[in-house]
């Protein structure tokens, strides 16, 4: 838990020098990613619900995922999906899963998301869903991840409220998932705005 820990708050340091334009990056390295306060509700989220099997669709530098797998280490069979397109991101991430000594529990799938869902099984495997990649496929990535998600079982969606330039897309999604009869939602000003998402059939 220590070796989780030291990598995350390692990540926060540099993502505090990246923000306040203190270090120099290029774009493809930069940290994207849920802020430490959303971070740590997702972690007390998962706590609570025992969570075991856990789908992220975009894995940056890999620091979401690294609380995922803080909160369900000790429950049995631990399990985290993480897709990821860009193989700088993937390399970065792989680097901190290794030093956090959690690579044996995360596996990393390189490849367009869209394409990746489509190929996956349709079963209720996944306790929780964060969804926090392109916003133009947010409303697909939903409903291909919705049936892969187990009854009780939670989507959480980032950016739902900035930044700003995403607006478009999540008016469109946040419509189009309050319309769907097999969950209930709501959204939680919280870091850049977390849609939370449960389904109930």
Known sequence: MNQIRSVLARLERQSLLEKARKVDVVSERRMLA????????????????GAKKILELGTSSGY?????????????????ITIEGNPTKIEMARANF???GVSHI?????GQIL???QKMPKKPT???????????NV??????VLSMTRIGGIIATDNVLLPRKYQKFMRKYTNHIRQNRHVVTGTIPLGYGQEITIRIS
């Open 34 to 49: 849920i802020t430490p306060e959303t971070a740590r509700f997702y972690h007390r989220l998962l706590r609570g619900i």
């Open 64 to 80: 979401s995922a690294l609380w995922f797998a803080d909160a369900i280490m000790q429950n049995a069979n631990p399990k985290i």
């Open 98 to 100: 290794e030093a956090a």
């Open 106 to 110: 995360i596996q990393i799938r390189q």
């Open 115 to 117: 394409d990746i869902l």
């Open 126 to 136: 996944f306790d929780f869903v964060l969804i926090d990649a392109d916003k133009e």
């Open 139 to 144: 409303t697909e990535y939903f409903d291909l």
